[in-house]
């Protein structure tokens, strides 16, 4: 069974600020998400890092299909490269925050949990679009991503 909790104030504040990123891309969705934030409640899923939303069942049940937000951060933990995402969940009605994750990408416990602003590093679709530079430690991606980004609008 598991247990659902609020975030914490560090959660809260990153996770506003990936969705306000973010926001130009999604004008017709981001003040709901943002609005959702301020009322979620999350759970682990296989560590404190990697939460999930807590859905009512009728809500979980519907979900169709999901995306994750085409503006990730790239902040440094002890010289190693941690990617901050949002995962969002299509249902019929709604696109909802589904998936906060904040992964060391060397597979170690952070050390220190990266802080909403400019030292972090913005990627779009593979490319660093702004932020700090950390791109000698998580390169730039050559995947061509082809229309992705007009399906998440």
């Not at 503006?71 to 190693?80: L, N, S």
């Not at 416990?109 to 950390?134: F, N, T, V």
């Amino acid at each position: 069974m598991r247990t659902c909790r609020p975030l914490a104030q560090h959660e809260h504040a990153l996770l506003r600020f990936v969705i306000s990123t973010n926001a130009q891309l999604y004008p017709r969705l981001a003040d709901r998400w943002l609005a959702q934030v301020d009322s979620c409640s999350v759970f682990e899923i296989d560590s404190p890092y990697f939460l999930a939303i807590c859905h009512d069942e009728a809500t979980e049940s519907s979900g169709c299909d999901a995306y994750t937000l085409r503006r990730e951060f790239v902040g440094i933990d002890e010289g190693v490269a941690v990617l901050v995402y949002v995962q969002i969940m299509k249902t019929p009605t709604n696109d909802l925050i589904d998936i906060f994750s904040v992964d060391r990408l060397d597979g170690q416990s952070l050390k220190q949990y990266p802080r909403p602003g400019p030292e972090l590093m913005i990627m779009e679709l593979g490319k660093r679009i702004g932020g700090a530079d950390w791109r000698s430690v998580y390169k730039e991606s050559e995947f061509p991503f082809g229309d992705q980004a007009d399906k998440q609008t």
